[in-house]
């Protein structure tokens, strides 16, 4: 039995087709305007690698946002209950998942079957996010794979005080242009730690326990994580496909809901 | 810094509303009587505010949680600042306009939508001008700061009460005290004596309404609730502007009877109720609709509210008016989360997601609002101790554009498959 | 320009000393010794906390502020929500991660929503083994005095009951007499800032003022003493672009004065919790009101906090110090999210600048010592006042 799972977010549309094995096949697009066109561009191309026809019956779940708005799929999940399915899914450990997102950051509490027990997210503001993170690595003018690589060999940290993304962009700007400028991987370190701080507040508004998923396109991020893990004081768990995480939980719930009505 | 041209347009845009939402009610058969009654008492309230020019009614503007019983024995006219905003806002949509005016009055962020919207609404004459201005600290610094200067834009003299902060004795005769001196000062004002038989009557009246409220609370504890989702919001209307009126009395006899009927029939507000909900803070009004509908399509209702429709114990005693206001300003829901929020205060919130076996707590964090923002961690824990889980709304009471209809649903989505996994 | 010698040697001994004994917060030496030989300390929030009955207890008063500097607030703001002042969340952060575990009780008023919360949270969070908050009312009529008198009776009463002794009127005269000296020397040291050229910076005094509410009084007056002989002595004299006074909530952070003083101008007055309004009025002892009367009416008729009623009052004290210290403008700075002084600023800018004194309005975070935006606003603001005397 096959699943689809389609997760439409701002930045980018990921589909993941799960099977009995395991995860048959999953797809990154870039998004455009439209969420069903993204829908569709996205189940396409999952289908066409998975070597499945466009007329196979398929239970399809989507989610993210502007996921209701896809005529085509049986059900509309919430963001949340996929990110749990499908971090479990992967690491069965997982009671905490970070997913640091292109525009919002959001952390789970999971009770010990998984279940979402707590949320809190983050989406009003773009301090802390990957569009944030993107921002800052045109700042530096480099980009954000150099970024990550250098924020390894910072000895210290430059202060980046501003809680507001805006401002936060000026102080940046002023450290490059210091006379004699904060060394590059100091300013990296600073960006990261404040990026890092908002992440822990909402850590500590459900609580922490491990073991903690770290999700989402700025998990491939390895100096920010690394930066996570040294407030944390533990290593935390980041899945080979971070991005497909929500995609993967939305076909997880396809196939329990097939099973559940199966068993009827 | 003086306000405009008072035209009361706000006032007309809520009358307007009113009027139509009876209209469009008596057109349906299964609107329920209180419903219309409840509009009734809002176009008559603001006609009245509006034509108080030609009647010659002095107009007393006040602040949330203000004993307008006091201005009803005077047969003085109550204006609620906030309230009055907040339904301007609503019914209009308009609230960016009062709002920029707000802010250019010099008015930092750090002030809540409904006080930068109200300064806004005298300055630009959404609001009429009042003849006094009335304010006291309940429930905030927000609240407590805004006298000053609507004072200053309004040319009007004006009294604050400073209501204290624990229900001591002597506290409670502080409060008294105070309440006499703004007697005075509203008789010297007006030119309206005090009638302290009347305001017995007043008193009596709202002893009456409160235990309606309570025999309406203890009603929606039924299993499905009989009051609909978003009914609170006029549950709390109804004790901020039409407190010891016989017409509020009404509405609310109506209204309990209703439920009444609704309980033992086993008649639910929702057709499938399956998530009880408690409501903590105030969710954004122009988002009622929304909600209301949510409510029906979920299946999910707010049975409790424990800062707006809980109320503390105790009775009003006519013989002793004055002190029986004062003893009411300490059994409003809302001032009991002023604090302190000590063990006695949290428990109650823990015992009352178990009377009315609640699924899940939706806390509405508006932005403005620090202090009650400040509490959500602590609630937040005190109901995960009895099983409830706890959902955080960012939003904002007045202005739209801090969340959307999409965010709000996608979160309140995610929240009840949270609950439905359990 | 100042012709101060370097920062880190200011030419006063006593200064430096000081400034060490700053760098050691929140476990002054002092203090941890007090605790050793058996003594309690407690902490105390805001300018309405009457220290005298504490100190005439036996314990030592020491306040509860924040961090020194800027810092990532993830506990408190876990705690107390984003929206909540910085300072709350400070404090709160301090305290959670247990930096003040000796405290053995904390004392507060119900002055503002942020004090009100800090005290909620920490009470269910932190714990301290005494935990009291006194009603402070927002009058100043003889009735308001009444209940603050009750409050003060109902503190020391329930300081009695804790620490098993009672509180006699003849410690309460000590430490009034004690408590009064420092603001007698404090006085001393802002009359010094009253000159053309001061010896004394306002980064420097407040450096003198933070230490004053975190270490045992006896030995603040004795160093305050020791400071005055050295400024009298000294040869330092500050000459500047122009005379501003500070304005707003709570700050600690003399290094934010410090950067507003590097354009060139003179902090010659303050009007902040942890300064002018923490030390100005003495309490009165004239043999007319008992020890513990005089001492709440003090408390209650010091310069005013903004959440008090009416802002006149703030705003007449404010206008008095302008024209003593001689002052060309007013920086205002207010900490997020600070509610009353974000209320009081508009009224207030409109009263100065009606009297021809501008007021430059910054919004910072609590423990920042000043960004390159304020440098460039500062910079902005002294060029029109240099602009204006032309």
């Not at chain 2, 029986?324 to 302190?340: D, F, I, N, T």
């Not at chain 2, 699924?359 to 932005?367: K, Q």
């Not at chain 3, 010094?192 to 306002?202: M, T, V």
Request: hydrophobic share 40%; net charge negative.
């Amino acid at each position: 039995m096959r699943t689809l799972g389609i997760d439409i977010g701002s930045l980018t549309t990921k589909a993941v087709v799960l099977g009995d094995e395991g995860i048959v096949t999953s797809v990154v697009i870039m998004s455009g305007d439209e969420a069903e066109e993204n829908a569709r561009l996205a189940m396409e191309q999952a289908l066409g690698r998975a070597g499945m026809g466009q007329g196979d019956e398929l239970c399809i779940v989507t989610t993210g946002t502007g996921g209701k708005s896809v005529g085509f799929s049986q059900q509309q999940k919430a963001t949340t209950t996929c990110l749990a399915r499908g971090a479990r899914f992967l690491l069965p450990t997982t009671r905490m998942v970070i997913e640091m997102g292109a525009e919002t950051t959001t952390v789970l509490r999971l009770n010990e079957r998984g279940r979402v027990s707590d949320s809190a997210g983050q989406d009003k503001c773009a301090a802390g996010t990957g569009i944030f993170l993107q921002q800052m690595a045109k700042l530096m003018q480099m980009p954000l794979e150099e970024m990550s690589a250098l924020s390894s060999r910072a000895k210290g940290r430059a202060s980046i005080t501003n809680t507001c993304a805006v401002f936060a962009e000026s102080e940046v700007i002023s450290h490059v242009h210091r006379d004699p400028p904060t060394p590059k991987e100091e300013i990296i370190a600073g960006i990261y730690y404040s990026v890092v701080s908002r992440i822990m507040t909402l850590c500590k508004r459900v609580g922490i326990e491990k073991d903690v998923a770290v999700v989402g396109g700025v998990a491939l991020n390895t100096g920010l994580v690394a930066v996570l893990e040294k407030e944390l004081g533990f290593e935390v768990l980041v899945p080979d496909a971070p991005q497909i995480v929500s995609a993967l939980g939305a076909a997880i719930l396809a196939r329990e809901s097939i099973e559940k009505a199966l068993s009827r | 810094m003086t306000s405009g041209k008072p035209s009361g347009s706000g006032l007309k845009t809520i009358i307007r509303a009113s009027r139509l939402i009876t209209r469009m009610n008596q057109a349906r058969p299964e609107a329920s009587p209180s419903e219309g009654m409840y509009y009734t008492l809002l176009a008559d309230y603001y006609s009245r505010l509006l034509n108080a020019p030609e009647t010659g009614d002095f107009i007393a503007a006040h602040t949330v949680f203000f004993p307008a019983e006091i201005m009803y024995a005077m047969d003085i006219l109550p204006m609620h600042t906030e309230t009055t905003t907040w339904m301007i806002a609503l019914f209009s949509g308009e609230a960016a306009e009062i709002l920029s005016a707000g802010a250019e009055l010099g008015l930092a962020s750090e002030i809540c939508t409904p006080h930068r919207g109200l300064a806004g609404a005298f300055v630009v004459g959404t609001l009429p001008r009042p003849d006094v201005m009335l304010w006291s600290n309940l429930v905030c610094d927000n609240t407590a700061k805004s006298g000053e200067l609507l004072m200053e834009i309004n040319q009007c003299p004006g009294f604050f009460i400073d209501h204290p902060f624990h229900d001591s004795e002597e506290e409670m005769v502080y409060l008294v005290k105070e309440l006499e001196d703004m007697v005075r000062f509203l008789e010297e004002h007006s030119g309206r004596k005090m009638d302290w038989d009347r305001l017995g009557e007043v008193v009596a009246e709202t002893d009456k309404q409160m235990q309606l409220y309570r025999e309406i609370n203890e009603l929606r504890k039924a299993v499905p609730t009989p009051f609909h989702s978003q009914g609170f919001l006029q549950l709390l209307s109804v004790d901020y502007l039409f407190a010891g009126r016989p017409e509020a009395t009404a509405y609310l006899e109506t209204l309990r009877q209703e439920l009444a009927d609704a309980v033992e029939e086993g008649r639910g507000a929702v057709a499938n109720e399956r998530f009880r909900l408690m409501s903590l803070f105030v969710p954004p009004m122009y988002l009622m609709g929304f909600l209301e509908r949510i409510s029906q399509e979920y299946g999910a209702v707010s049975v409790t509210e424990p800062f707006f429709t809980y109320w503390g114990e105790g009775r009003l005693d006519p013989a002793k008016p004055l002190e029986s206001v004062a003893r009411k300003a300490y059994m409003l829901p809302e001032v009991q989360m002023y604090g302190p929020l000590d063990e006695r205060q949290l428990s109650r919130v823990a015992k009352l997601a178990q009377d009315y076996k609640v699924d899940g707590a939706i806390y509405y964090a508006d932005v403005g609002c620090r202090h009650t923002c400040a509490a959500i961690k602590i609630f937040k824990d005190v109901l995960n101790e009895v099983d409830v889980p706890v959902l955080t709304l960012d939003c904002d009471v007045v202005d739209p554009t801090i969340t959307s209809e999409e965010e709000v649903r996608e979160k309140l989505e995610g929240f009840f498959e949270l609950l439905e996994d359990r | 320009m100042t012709d101060t010698p370097q920062e880190n040697s200011t030419g006063l001994p006593t200064l430096e000393r000081f400034r060490e004994f700053n760098s050691t917060f929140p476990h002054a030496k002092e203090v941890l010794d007090f605790k050793e030989q058996g003594g309690k300390v407690f902490g105390w929030l805001c300018t309405y906390v009457p220290e005298e009955i504490i100190h005439a207890a036996g314990v030592l008063p020491i306040r509860i502020t924040g961090y020194r500097e800027e810092v990532e607030l993830d506990d408190g703001t876990a705690y107390l929500y984003v929206n909540s002042c910085s300072f709350s969340r400070s404090c709160f952060q301090l305290g959670l991660r247990g930096e003040y575990d000796f405290l053995d009780g904390v004392v507060g008023g119900s002055t503002c929503d942020g004090a009100r919360r800090l005290f909620d949270v920490w009470r269910q969070y932190i714990g301290t083994p005494f935990h009291h908050v006194l009603n402070v009312p927002r009058k100043y009529t003889e009735r308001a005095h009444q209940l603050y008198l009750d409050q003060v009776m109902k503190f020391k009463q329930h300081l009695e009951e804790f620490l098993g002794s009672a509180i006699t009127d003849e410690a309460l005269r000590g430490s009034i007499d004690l408590y009064n000296e420092s603001r007698a020397l404090l006085r001393e040291l802002y009359e010094l800032r009253k000159l053309d050229e001061p010896p004394i910076s306002g980064a420097e005094t407040l450096e003198v003022l933070v230490a004053s509410f975190h270490m045992p009084k006896e030995l603040f007056n004795q160093w305050l003493r020791s400071l005055l002989d050295e400024l009298s002595e000294s040869n330092i004299r500050h000459r500047s672009r122009a005379r501003l006074m500070i304005t707003g909530s709570v700050m600690e952070n003399p290094e934010f004065i410090r950067t507003i003083e590097g354009e060139g101008a003179l902090v010659v007055a303050d009007e902040l919790c942890t300064s002018t309004r923490y030390w100005s009025d003495p309490v009165v002892l004239d043999g007319s009101t008992s020890p513990l009367e005089a001492v709440s009416r003090r408390y209650l008729n010091n310069f005013p906090c903004a959440r008090m009623y009416p802002s006149d009052e703030r705003f007449d004290r404010i206008a008095d110090l302008i024209k003593e210290f001689r002052v060309d403008g007013v920086v205002s700075e207010i900490i997020r999210y600070c509610v009353p002084y974000a209320h009081d600023l508009p009224l207030l800018t409109h009263r100065l600048t009606g009297q021809g004194i501008p007021v430059l309005a910054l919004d910072v975070e609590y423990g920042t010592s000043g960004s390159g935006q304020i440098k460039t606003r500062v910079q902005a603001f002294l060029e029109m006042l240099e602009a204006k005397k032309r």
